[in-house]
């Protein structure tokens, strides 16, 4: 079939909806279409472009399939409102960007799922690139549809509307899968036999078709309620782990977009994984072992990236940023070579007890912003609850090493409906929030304390896959209002400003974590009464889904809200990132018995889990360069390395 390109009648379109640079391709070095003859393979961020071009995970599969030999990469993102409800009226189906092709020409499509609002955009980007909703409608020639992303450690909310869902990092798992179908379909390849080659040969793969779903008291018996239909289909499905991080270069090739675009700036990736062991941190637990770029690679690469893209800010990302054991060394050189340039250099993910007097000088640059910081909880007690190991004398020492710098903003962040939490620790964020703006306006002189803003921003606590609070309800939409008013009313000062996440959403988001393969069908008949874009406040349709829970009979609410004992075997069994599920059973008890567990990058193994399962060590350039070195590891970086750690801790779990 001869390419199809659509800009003929896209382009008439352009002049009729806001934003159209939105649909334009061309931009600073955005990649050549996928050449003649390659497998294509179309990456789609399911919201807006100025979303999803910023998204790192995007812009690293891309340049991931694009360096491979014989198969190329385009993107694509979900058109907003008044676009897509144009190209329906216009009959104009879903397009890449690159080369404005059908996305339904395309041989394997990925969507990410980077989070759980974004579900009913999975299928309003199916719909409108024309491909059957459900893998059980597709025919012999639609694509191959790959998800990916957090939401795949609870795959089956998701799981009748992809062939393909991949666990784990990509940077390898993506090109194996893209080459494997591409080989398949050039052999004459079924697409049943391409799905079952795909579960038996990728590691990291799981195709939902290849499972028969029990019922709750066969899954509790049984294990898993997910059972392979065929004995070579994997019964447990482990994450994939790219090895090669620490080595890789840190320096991703990266588009200069032409419209405005939210975390517009070069970001260059430091540290990937965490193991602090916040309760309620699905990352935390899914991205283990951590491993550490050196500050060598890090430095060119900021130094490179900058000059290749005309930024004037760069963010060194990664769950926390300031946990990087080089970070010193790092912001002081990165200093030394944007000295005069006008460049500011952020560090987004920054932990209490790591921000002293010396990261508030290094951090600080030529313009800053605004910094968040985040306690979590508003006393000690929930803070050793939920594992945050850090104190509120931390936060007033970051507090008065960051004003002092010359910061004049400050948003602290904590969560509302953790387990076990009581009013008394609501009334603790507002009486912590005064406290900590008192310290801002003693550490600034008095003539520059009228500029100083405090704000408080609450989310609503949402109990996710993969964590040991993965058996703990969420708190009703009602009840979280109530514990916000009365935070609310406990804030005497007018200049600490209050700000919550609307729990409505976030009840959606727990029945997303929470929930079995039913849940598809909400998420269907939802959109099929016009929920969309439901991240987005101004557009979130609470009736498209209380309607449709009304029509399927499903009580929502007793997913959200059910809580269950740590014997209980939830919807996802079948999938691990790793991390042992006995781990996370004992991390709940010791959560119940406020007992905090300490970083094993700091101090001993953990026993979680993580590097036996996956044959590695935790990747921290000092760790590795004592090992080459020949010598012991020395805090505040003693580890033991291996399965040999903890032995006599695993043995009692």
Known sequence: ???????????????????????????????????????????????????????????????????????????????????????REEGVPLFSLESCRPVADFDVVGITLPHELAATNVLETLDLAGIPLRT??????????????????????????FDVILVGEGEEQLPETVALVGDLRASGASRAEILREIAREVGGAYVPSLYRWRDESEAQKAGSWAEP???????????RVFEGF?????????????????????????????????????????????????????????????AATGYDEVSLTSLSSTDHS??????????????????????PSQRLDSFGVEMAELVA?????????????????????????????????????????????CKLYFMVGLPTETDDDIKGIASLAQRAYDRAKAAVPADQRGSIRMSVSCAVFVPKAQTPFQWDGQISPEETLRRVGLLRRSVKYKAVDVHYHDPKT???????????????????????????????????????????????????????????????????????????????????ERAASGITTPDCTFENCSACGACPTLGMDIGLQKLREAKEGGEPAKNPYRVILGSEANVEEEAML
């Open 246 to 306: 620490a080595e890789s270069d840190a320096l991703e090739p990266m588009i200069v977009p032409y419209t405005e675009v939210v975390h517009d700036r070069l970001n260059v990736e430091i540290l990937r994984g965490c193991a602090r062991g916040c309760r309620f941190c699905q990352a935390g637990m899914m991205y283990r072992p951590v491993r550490e770029r050196s500050a060598d690679n890090i430095v060119a690469a900021v130094r490179e990236g900058l």
């Open 1 to 87: 079939m001869a390419r199809r390109d659509l800009w003929p009648r896209v382009e008439p379109l352009l002049a009729r909806v806001e934003r159209p640079a939105r649909y334009l391709n061309h931009e600073w070095g955005c990649a050549a279409p996928v050449a003649e003859g390659d497998t294509a393979f179309c990456m789609i961020y399911p919201d807006t472009y100025e979303l999803g071009q910023a998204n790192q995970a995007v812009r690293i599969l891309v340049n991931a399939v694009n360096a491979a030999e014989g198969m190329g990469a385009e993107r694509a993102f979900l058109p907003a409102v008044d676009m897509a409800d144009l190209m």
């Open 365 to 409: 640059g030529q313009k800053k912003g605004g910094l968040t910081f985040a306690p979590e909880a508003g006393t000690q007690r929930l803070r050793d609850v939920i594992n945050k190991n850090v104190t509120e004398d931390d936060l007033f020492s970051a507090i008065d090493a960051a004003f002092a710098a010359g910061w004049r903003r």
């Open 136 to 161: 059980a409608d597709r025919a012999e020639d639609d694509p191959i549809v790959l998800g990916g992303g957090p939401c795949a450690y609870n795959p089956e909310p998701y799981a009748p509307f």
């Open 506 to 588: 976030s009840f959606v988001e727990a029945v997303m974590s929470r929930g079995g393969r039913e849940v598809a069908d909400w998420v269907e008949e939802a959109w099929r009464r016009g929920a969309r874009f439901d991240a987005w406040t101004e557009l979130f349709d609470e009736g498209a889904w209380t309607g449709a829970a009304e029509a399927l009979g499903l009580s929502p609410e007793d997913i959200a809200q059910a809580e269950y004992g740590t014997d209980y075997v939830l919807p996802w069994a079948h999938i691990t990132a790793a991390v042992s599920p006995k781990f996370l059973a004992r991390e709940r």
């Open 229 to 239: 239909l065929f004995e070579d289909v994997p019964a447990m499905v482990h994450k």
């Open 326 to 347: 080089q970070i010193a060394e790092i912001l002081t050189r990165v200093n030394a070579d944007c000295a005069g340039l006008g460049v500011r250099i952020s560090v």
